[in-house]
């Protein structure tokens, strides 16, 4: 069983603990999210796919793509130029290259091991960068948001697939109830390590609702923010454009 996690003095999980809980994780995590969601992870990423809007000129960046379910999602239906899959978990992208193996389409797809804190490319690279289930494991987001900003090219969309708060309050707390109960129990049983499934509940639990993360993104620098509710607000797609200048207030729900 995987160690409780070691935290900095903000509270945050340090890098070394996310990389070390998501190694140990990395055979098991397909089966967890389709036991998790009830197979409904692959309709969020459909509709993620979709919000990127990719088309055949597009180069992609994919942040945290772990096994690489996004990446495949984006190349199957998304069909851009390019995709540079990253992930500064080895043991992960080695699951998403076995995926990408048996890939017969036009995408180019790379994987590099990349810190999405300290993106190793240059200044705007990329039309799209795209992250799912990621963001909220990073101990410096700010950093990430930066990055990203950095990369993208004028014009360019940050997909932001991850986590979020239900608005309405007996549907959340139903879903917290799950949180609490059901998915230590879910990913003690698959894999068992139920601390690091432990973590991954308090990740959730802690962070910031639609609006919150609509200001971070804005405060980066991205001057369109719009997010999308997704099974009631249990997850949300954020999009950032890079408009070249600092952001303007407020964001945004959309459909």
């Keep these: ?9 903000n509270g ?3 890098t070394e603990k996310v990389q070390g809980i998501f190694r140990d994780l990395a055979p098991d995590y397909d089966r967890f999210n389709m036991l998790s969601s009830l197979g409904v992870d692959r309709l969020w990423r459909r509709t993620t796919v979709r919000l990127a809007r990719l088309n055949r000129n597009s180069r992609v960046l994919d942040l945290a ?13 998304g069909r851009p ?6 992930d500064f978990v080895p043991e992960m992208l080695r699951v998403a290259e076995e995926k990408a193996a048996a890939y017969e389409g036009e995408t180019a797809i790379e994987f590099v091991q990349a810190d999405a804190q300290d993106l190793p490319f240059a200044d705007e690279s990329f039309d799209v960068v795209t992250v799912s289930f990621g963001v909220r494991n990073l101990p410096d987001r700010a950093a990430n948001f930066r990055e990203v900003y950095r990369v993208l090219k004028p014009g360019g969309r940050y997909v932001v697939l991850e986590m979020s708060r239900p608005p309405f ?3 959340r707390a139903l879903y917290h109830f799950y949180l609490h109960v059901m998915i230590p129990a879910i990913g003690g049983w698959v894999t068992g390590s139920r601390s690091s499934f432990e973590y991954l509940r308090d990740s959730i639990l802690g962070f910031p609702g639609q609006v919150a993360l609509a200001g971070e993104l804005h405060r980066a620098g991205f001057g369109e923010v719009t997010w999308r509710n997704l ?11 890079k408009q070249g200048r600092p952001g303007a207030p407020g964001g945004e729900r959309v459909g």
């Design 81 to 86: 130029a390019s995709i540079v899959a990253t």
């Design 12 to 14: 945050r999980p340090t």
């Design 231 to 241: 099974t009631g607000g249990i997850v949300a797609v954020h999009v950032a454009v």
């Design 65 to 77: 793509a772990g096994t690489g379910d996004l990446t495949m999602a984006m190349a199957t239906a």
């Design 1 to 9: 069983m995987a160690p409780r996690a070691r935290v900095t003095e």
């Design 169 to 171: 309050a007996p549907f």
